[in-house]
C-alpha cells in the first residue's frame, strides 16, 4: 500500500515487526485527520516532491528559485552518480489532498564505511509551519532508516556530504549564494520539536575588496614564495588534465575533515559540467611547488543573481538572460580551499586565499561569501580572519539517536 491513511488502521504486520505506517498513525491521529504520508513512486510523486519549494517559498523575497530542469536531473539515475551508490527513499505529507511536506531517508555506504556504520542522513525537508506533518515526515524517514540498520540519524544533507549541508538557523536577512542551502526561520523549530538536538555549525563570511588584509599575510606571502610556492589560475584550455589534477586534490586535501567521503570520477565529472558554463578560470587556482600542485582554490561567481527573476525557468527568455548577464556577475563564493596535509605548516592556504582576494578585485566583484566551514576548523577560518572575512550566517547539522 502506497499512501498511509490517517484514521484507517493497517493490516496487522508480523508479530515484532517495526511498522512504519502503524507508528505514524499514532503520531497524526490525535491531531488532524486528512494528514497522509505517501512514499514517492510514481513520476506524478516525484513531479509534487520537485515542486513543493516553489509553492512553499512564494513572496519569500530572499529564496532564489533552482532550476527546474537541475531540480529534475538531481533524481535521475542516469544524470546524477551520486545517487547510484545511494540508498534513497522520498516521502511527501499531504493534507485534504495538497502537498505540505516533503522528506527524504538516505543512506551512504561510503560514509558508513569512513565514519559511522550506523549512521544515515534525512536531507531535502520543506514543509510548512506544521508541527504535525513535519513529525509525521521524520517518523516516515526514520522508520525506513531502521530497516535499513541507521540507529543515528543526521542532517540536513543534499544527498551527500559534498553538497548541501546544515539547516540556515541565522542569517536569514540576505539571498542565499550560489549552491548555498536556504530555508524558512521555522524549520529549525521543527527540527528540534522532531526531537534533534545540534551535532555540528557551519560559518558562512563575508568579504568584500575594501576590508584589507591583515599585515601578517604579506608577510606569509613572501615567506611562501622564498620556500618556492606559486600560485596559478587553471589553464581552460586542458580542461580535462586540470580537472583530473582538481579531483586528485580535492579527495586528498579533505581526507581527514569530519564526514567527507571521496567524490568518484564520475560525480566529480558531473559536478564540472554543471560549472562549465559559468565558472571564471581566474577564480580556480592552484598553489604549486617544485613544479607539483599541493593546494587549490575554488570560487564561482554567484550565478543566483542571475537567477532570482527567473523563476526557476529558462524559457523563453531564461537563456538569454543567463547568457548575457554571465560576466556582470559582481559577487562570488569561495567554496573549496584545499591544501595537501604535508604542505599545511607553509603558510599556502593564506597565500591561495590571498590570491583569490586579488583576482576577485581585478574580476570587479564587490562582494564575496566564504562558505561553509565546519565550526571547529579552526585554521581555516584564521586564514578567513586574516583576508578579513565576517562571519554572516550559520548554518546546523543536526542529529537523533534512535532506539535500538
Not at 21 to 35: C, D, F, G, K, N
Not at 300 to 308: F, H, K, Q, R, T
Not at 341 to 358: L, N, Q, S, T
Amino acid at each position: 500500500m502506497r499512501s498511509t491513511k490517517m484514521g484507517r488502521r493497517q493490516e496487522s504486520v508480523k508479530r515484532g515487526a517495526f511498522d512504519a505506517s502503524r507508528w505514524i498513525w499514532h503520531r497524526v491521529v490525535m491531531a488532524r485527520e486528512a494528514l497522509d504520508i505517501v512514499p514517492v513512486s510514481s513520476r506524478t510523486e516525484s513531479r509534487a516532491f520537485c515542486a513543493l519549494p516553489y509553492a512553499l517559498y512564494r513572496g519569500d523575497p530572499y529564496w532564489v528559485s533552482p532550476l527546474r530542469t537541475m531540480e529534475r536531473r538531481r533524481w535521475s539515475l542516469r544524470d546524477n552518480a551520486s545517487l547510484r551508490t545511494r540508498r534513497v527513499r522520498r516521502f511527501l505529507a499531504r493534507r485534504d489532498g495538497r502537498v505540505v511536506g516533503r522528506i527524504a531517508s538516505i543512506v551512504d555506504p561510503g560514509f558508513a564505511a569512513r565514519w559511522e556504520a550506523e549512521a544515515g542522513f534525512f536531507g531535502f525537508f520543506e514543509c510548512a509551519d506544521d508541527a504535525v506533518a513535519a513529525r509525521a515526515l521524520f517518523g516516515a524517514a526514520e522508520a525506513d532508516l531502521c530497516t535499513q540498520g541507521v540507529r543515528h540519524v543526521l542532517g540536513p544533507v543534499s544527498l551527500t556530504t559534498n553538497d548541501e549541508v546544515g539547516l540556515l538557523v541565522d542569517g536569514f536577512d540576505s539571498r542565499p549564494m550560489v549552491l548555498s542551502p536556504y530555508n524558512a526561520p521555522y524549520y529549525a523549530r521543527l527540527v528540534e520539536a522532531a526531537g534533534y538536538a545540534p551535532r555540528l555549525d557551519y560559518y558562512a563570511h563575508a568579504w568584500t575588496p575594501d576590508t584589507g588584509l591583515a599585515p601578517v599575510v604579506a608577510r606569509l606571502r613572501r615567506l611562501a614564495a622564498r620556500d618556492g610556492v606559486t600560485v596559478r589560475p587553471v589553464h581552460p584550455r586542458r580542461w580535462d588534465a586540470e580537472n583530473r589534477l582538481l579531483f586528485e586534490l580535492y579527495n586528498a586535501s579533505f581526507a581527514d575533515l569530519w564526514g567527507f567521503v571521496p567524490l568518484t570520477w564520475d560525480e566529480y565529472r558531473e559536478r564540472a559540467g554543471d560549472f562549465r558554463a559559468f565558472y571564471r578560470p581566474e577564480l580556480v587556482l592552484f598553489a604549486e611547488r617544485g613544479g607539483r600542485a599541493v593546494g587549490f582554490g575554488l570560487s564561482l561567481p554567484d550565478i543566483n543573481e542571475l537567477l532570482a527573476p527567473l523563476g526557476g525557468r529558462l524559457w523563453p527568455f531564461g537563456w538569454l538572460q543567463l547568457a548575457r548577464g554571465i560576466h556582470r556577475i559582481r559577487s562570488a563564493r569561495f567554496i573549496l580551499l584545499g591544501v595537501l596535509p604535508e604542505h599545511r605548516a607553509r603558510g599556502v592556504a593564506v597565500v591561495i586565499a590571498a590570491e583569490m582576494a586579488d583576482a576577485a578585485h581585478r574580476l570587479g566583484i564587490d562582494r564575496a561569501e566564504l562558505s561553509l566551514v565546519q565550526a571547529d576548523n579552526r585554521k581555516i577560518q584564521a586564514v578567513i580572519a586574516a583576508c578579513g572575512g565576517a562571519r554572516i550566517k550559520t548554518y546546523r547539522l543536526y542529529e537523533r539517536r534512535l532506539a535500538g
